[in-house]
């Protein structure tokens, strides 16, 4: 999913999170992000909640965990980025149609030489439904993360701690 804004917000990233809801065409289980701030705040974490969404935020500088957007982004940028009018207010309609190109007939050497839609219907068979994705989310076991890497670390130990005491004490 692709799409432009002219600046990083949480009500952009909550706009993003709608629209590549809209367009998957199968469930997302969880979104996997850097630690900008717009990630953590509550109301995307909120909003990742109410759609039955794992929120598992990187590392600080590990980019190798990510990656496979970064080299996505990378062919973005020598396919895409480097050829349009960043100025073009039709630049999201270009991107779309660069999407499309890219998922339904750009063969791709990763998926020996197959498109994602090629990928997309092999696998369809053993995609699990939503709601068996959803039947299997718990809300209680996902906690607010924090921005900040070692107190978001600090918190999961105090939960897991609290979690534990909880499970002895039944």
Do not use: H
């Given at each position: 999913m692709m799409y432009t804004y002219k600046r990083r917000t949480v009500k952009n990233s909550i706009d993003f999170l709608n629209r590549?809801?809209?367009?998957?065409?199968?469930?997302?289980?969880?979104?996997?992000?850097?630690?900008?701030k717009a990630f953590f705040a509550y109301s995307f974490q909120k909003q990742l909640k109410e759609y039955g969404i794992k929120f598992k935020p990187i590392k600080p500088r590990s980019l190798h965990l990510n990656g496979k957007a970064e080299r996505s982004h990378q062919?973005?940028?020598?396919?895409?980025?480097?050829?349009?009018?960043?100025?073009d207010k039709n630049l999201n309609d270009q991107l779309e149609q660069w999407q499309f190109h890219y998922n339904w007939h750009r063969p791709h050497s990763s998926l020996n030489g197959k498109?994602?839609?090629?990928?997309?219907v092999e696998k369809s068979?053993?995609?699990?439904?939503?709601?068996?994705?959803?039947s299997?989310?718990?809300?209680?076991?996902?906690?607010?993360?924090?921005?900040?890497?070692?107190?978001?670390?600090?918190n999961l130990r105090l939960l897991k701690k609290q979690n534990n005491a909880i499970l002895k004490a039944t």
């Open positions: 590549l809801l809209e367009q998957m065409p199968f469930p997302i289980q969880r979104v996997q992000t850097d630690r900008g062919t973005d940028l020598i396919e895409f980025y480097m050829k349009a009018d960043l100025k498109t994602p839609m090629d990928i997309l068979a053993k995609t699990p439904l939503g709601e068996d994705i959803s299997k989310y718990k809300p209680e076991n996902e906690p607010y993360r924090m921005q900040n890497y070692q107190d978001d670390l600090k």
